[in-house]
């Protein structure tokens, strides 16, 4: 009988332990997908070929929208003083938000003040500070 019962649980074991086993190499592959929702529109955020530029702005008043995270050690402060360098030798408006408790921020550019081919010269010096940054990225509309 004894046998029989650590027989019944080595089974019981072993069956448990595979099943945790096929849950963690299980894998799936899908889109990233983020809504976030502004006073009165709903934005869709979708990531590109490049893991640090998006489709969409959270706010539609901006044309290209920057934002620093941080994993508990602050935002990327050379990559932010690159981007307020920028708008400042441009002489553009811009807006910033504070989105979090570490520094955490959202850069709004409408870019009303550029022509078609300045504005995708920014972009592409905005997508370099990004690519080089920790934690930085750009949003176009």
């Known amino acids: 009988m004894k046998q029989t019962i650590i027989l019944l649980g080595g089974i019981l ?13 299980t894998t799936t592959t899908a889109t990233t ?11 869709t955020t979708t990531s590109t070929t490049q893991p640090t530029v998006y489709n969409q702005v959270t706010d539609q008043a901006c044309a290209v929208e ?34 979090g408790r570490e520094g955490e921020r959202r850069i709004c550019l409408p870019l009303t003040e550029l022509k078609e081919n300045e504005k995708k010269d920014l972009i592409e010096q905005l997508k370099k500070i990004a690519k080089e940054g920790q934690l930085v990225s750009v949003s176009i509309r």
């Not at 997908?33 to 934005?43: G, L, P, Q, V």
């Open 33 to 43: 997908t983020t809504t976030s929702s502004n006073n009165d529109a709903n934005a």
């Open 66 to 99: 920057v934002s620093f995270g941080s994993y508990a050690s602050g935002i990327d402060g050379p990559a932010l003083d690159k981007v307020n360098a920028l708008i400042e030798s441009k002489k553009l408006k811009s807006t910033s938000k504070t989105i």
């Open 13 to 25: 074991l072993i069956g448990l332990a595979s099943c945790k086993t096929k849950s963690k190499t």
